[in-house]
């Protein structure tokens, strides 16, 4: 059983830094893409970033570029999500989520286990 946990959300102001993780059970991360998404209220989930540990590749969304750093460490089964100068837009619920295999897709499809999410809020 797949098992996704994410930490590290919280309120920081316009301009700070958080760093997010993802642990994992009941799966490899060395064998999957991970995807992390985010959910504003009453907006569809946004794939921002995605790594893909054993092959050695990441991706980020346009709002993520030169901000945000997806990390991995495959000894602890864990992904990060480095966000810095936040802005107020980057308010949303965060989580993480796992593709069958080790292919990233920048379209979001195929990324079928999730974790349930931890709240980010940048004040402005």
């Known amino acids: 059983q797949v098992q996704l946990v994410e930490s590290g959300g919280g309120l920081v102001q316009a301009g700070g830094s958080l760093k997010l993780s993802c642990a994992a059970s009941?799966?490899?991360?060395?064998?999957?893409?991970v995807g992390w998404f985010r959910q504003a209220p009453e907006k569809n989930p946004e794939l921002i970033a995605a790594i893909s540990l054993g092959v050695g590749t990441s991706w980020y969304a346009e709002p993520a570029k030169g901000r945000f750093t997806v990390s991995g460490d495959n000894a602890k089964n864990t992904v990060y999500l480095q966000m810095s100068s936040l802005k107020p837009e980057d308010t949303a619920v965060y989580f993480c989520a796992v593709r069958q295999n080790t292919r990233i897709r920048i379209n979001g499809e195929g990324y079928n286990d999730r974790g349930q999410g931890t709240q980010v809020t940048v004040s402005s």
């Open positions: 009941g799966v490899s991360f060395s064998d999957r893409a």
